[in-house]
């Protein structure tokens, strides 16, 4: 017997970012919130202190922090005259759980779209020819850039974002990034200090005439009261940033940025250990009436609402979409459809620069955003014309940790164990950077979403299955951008060897088992045409006006940047379009 | 009086390092015999002697420990019997199938058990790893790195050599309460200093940052950590030699 609970205004699936965001925003606007959440309570203060939480066996190679396959994983194959098999083992991202999701173990690198990545499809086809997208699902999001722009920059004053802005209202500024689309202000903090091997890549990269900024951090830099009041603290360059909560209230998160400040509002509850199954949908279909959810002892619950927030991780959401019902699956032999079409990743590859002894990186001091980056050869930042591909890549000098387990460059035709290894280990650890090429990754027809025949999960339903590799145009992105960052290496100055490694080299298939990144984009995409998204240019649900999705699920195609600062921009363009217009008058915010 | 002896163990498998030669030097620096009382939790003593020697030719003894001499046979027993070994974190639904590399773990075994019957099935034939010397027993690893000429039936043979690799190396260098990394030696090899991080005001600077390493549950004025493993040791030990 299910039991059934008083309706409440809005349900929210999941308590990471987008969740608590909307649920702050939501109860401001005097809505009564219930969040739903799979995972632990836990806090930064209580949870994440150092020296425990600096233990990388526990957190980086056990991964504690994060989603357990044996309640959640999915299939996965290269392409679909392949069978899926179970991703077993977390390896190439990793989802979150618990209070503050995916958003605690984050690195904080926080970015912007550039304005051309927003209509990447006009964009293209205006400066280059349709030709050049042939073959792709390339699309534009449906919504500009100016018009995120206030709610980038409000998340830049949740988080207390360290950076130089290189366009302040219009206006080009020294040191910061030149292609970035015009800030409305500057950034809350001063950037991060610059190690020695991000001030060699600095001085390289402007000899060679680009154009090296500070990433943008939310490795907070000064003291900082947040856009909600709530407090952060500089950070330490401890090395435990990626994989770890952060302790020191330096990195932002979901928890003490946003969590702190909501959870003694009278319109907020927080329901934790609960696990949703599905959206439930009323008689005509058209609407959503609520969740079913296991609570915290394993019953199962109904909570009704009037409306639904589906802020689960991007994959979860895209699940939950199929296993309930919600909007039209895609078929990849007949291209209809939409919900789980346009998956999409990050296009990753790298340099290893070694130094001889003059140069100290000492690299297990680090931060999640300290880089140095130039992003001359990002989205449409450079001239593709002959170039065979689409998109690009920030280049940037990374020291995010030294964690010892992991960390162990070595020149290449080091062999990869034995006295040698050793060695080479010993000798390099202390004079080594990496320059990472983080590159887009295009929608195409065969890379998609959808439910496996076979395979179940600990609640009876089917897993969701990933088919997906690397495109043609993304190898040819990325071998082009490594290009450009090992000549950037060879020219440092006391570089002794470079290596170089491309996830997407030719030849190679996409693989579950190596780290890359968790940036797992699309399969429920933003648009204005319902035959090719699946939420409009709000993130309301076309054939569900109650319902509205966050996070990286919506983008159309992966950009060259990290997802949190995007997502989080589009976060709150939809909750400023809930709150000031559908809440007053619920129905479909754009006609069909 | 234990049934069962780690100095006698390591004895055996010093066919290729500084024991065969100045065997009560060795030892007086080894885990091994600090532990010599303590019974194994998981291995039995064939299997400690095959991951001892395998372990010490990925991780051989130069200036610096080998990968037995940090404890990392010690490392990895705790983490066979402890929850990891069981399968946590591993999705062991079937139906199974041989995967692509790229679909990644596809045995049903656990690591606990893919490593027993994994060395079993090596060692089947009658020769063992510790028997062979310094180079029969490289060539071996390079063959078994490479999954060249091995049949051991359900268990794959490069994920055998990548489990035991990664436990080597996470043995070599995770935070001693774990009971490898005996007095820090793969974080004084490399120069890490450990879990009390605080580097404001250095990185910046270019110049070393020679702190000696602390780790979690570093124990003021020793240099060295608690051993924090033997509880755990205590509680899944096993009566056997």
New interface residues.
Partial sequence: MVRELPKTDVVIVGAGWTGLAAAKELADAGQRCVVIERGDWRHDASNFGAPEEHDELKYARRKEHMIDTQTKTLSFRNSSDQTALPMRRLGSFLPGKGLGGAGIHWNGQLWRPLPSDLKMRSHYADRYGEAILDGLNVQDWGVTYDELEPHLDFFDRVCGTAGVAGNLNGETKEGGNPFEGPRSADYPNPPMKASPPLQLFQKTAQEMGYHPFQMPSANVTKAYENAYGAQLHPCTYCGFCERFGCGYYAKADPIICIYDVVKDHENFELRMNSQVLRVEKSADGKTATGVTYLDERGQEVFQPADTVCLNAYALWNVHLMLVSGLGKPYDPETGEGTVGRNYAYQTLAAAGVFFDKEVWSNPFMGAGALGMTIDDFNGDNFDHTDLGFVGGGYISANQTNGRPINYHPTPPDTPSWGPEWKKAVRENYLHHVGIVCHGSSVAVPGNYLDLDPTYKDAYGQPLLRMTFDFPENDRRMSAYVLSKAEEIARNMDNVRAVSTVNRAAEGESYSVVPYQTTHNTGGAVIGTDPTTSVVNRYGQMWDHHNVFVFGACLFPQNLGYNPTGPLMGLAYWTLDHMKNDYLQNPRPLMDA | MPNFSRRAVLLQIGASGLAAVTPGAALAQNRYAALDTQPWSYLDGSEARFLASMAD????E?D?PSASQAGVVDFIDLQLAGP?GQG??????G?F?D????????TAHTPASLIRNGIARLEDGGTRLVDLDANDR?AF?ERL?KGEGFDLGDVPVQTLFDEI?ALV??GY???P??GGNKDYA??E????????????D????????PAPP???AHVPGTGRSADTARPLRAQTAREEG
């Fill in positions: 030719v990925l991780i051989p130069d610096f990891y946590a974190g591993l999705f062991l639904e139906p199938a995967g692509t590399p790229e679909q990644g773990w596809q490289s690893v790195s690799w190396k996470e260098f995770s935070d309460i774990y793969g974080w090899m490399i120069g890490f200093p450990g879990a009390h991080a605080y580097y404001t250095h990185v910046d600077k270019n110049a070393p940052f602390k780790g979690i």
